[in-house]
């Protein structure tokens, strides 16, 4: 069963740090795109940062310049280094990543359970 773990959120003051992991588990040949998306209470879920299997990476506006993401392909895990947090980054957090289960089949998307990231002072 493929599975998406994501690890690493919870309370921050403003300008602090988080660093948000997500582990891939499960029988598959690949992971092609792996990402982070949030929602905030109220708000449609919106994506944060995508980085492909050959390490492209694209950033939403909002976290240009203070976010990283980052993968370690070996060990199937996504990062998300968040810094300079702002109450409005307050969100539950969601991994997301493109499994191909077998050779010749299409990729087959899966997302996490979700953590909470809470910036307040």
């Known amino acids: 069963q493929l599975q998406l773990v994501e690890s690493g959120g919870g309370l921050v003051q403003p300008g602090g740090s988080l660093i948000l992991s997500c582990v891939a588990s499960g029988s598959f040949f690949s992971i092609n795109a792996m990402g982070w998306y949030r929602q905030a209470p109220g708000k449609q879920r919106e994506l944060v940062a995508t980085i492909t299997s050959g390490g492209v990476t694209n950033y939403a506006d909002s976290v240009k310049g203070r976010f990283t993401i980052s993968r370690d392909n070996a060990k199937n895990t996504v990062y998300l280094e968040m810094n300079s947090l702002k109450p409005e980054d307050t969100a539950v957090y969601y991994c997301?990543?493109?499994?191909?289960?077998?050779?010749?089949?299409?990729?087959?998307?899966?997302w996490g359970q979700g953590t909470q990231v809470t910036v307040s002072s």
């Open positions: 997301n990543a493109d499994f191909k289960v077998r050779l010749g089949r299409p990729y087959v998307n899966y």
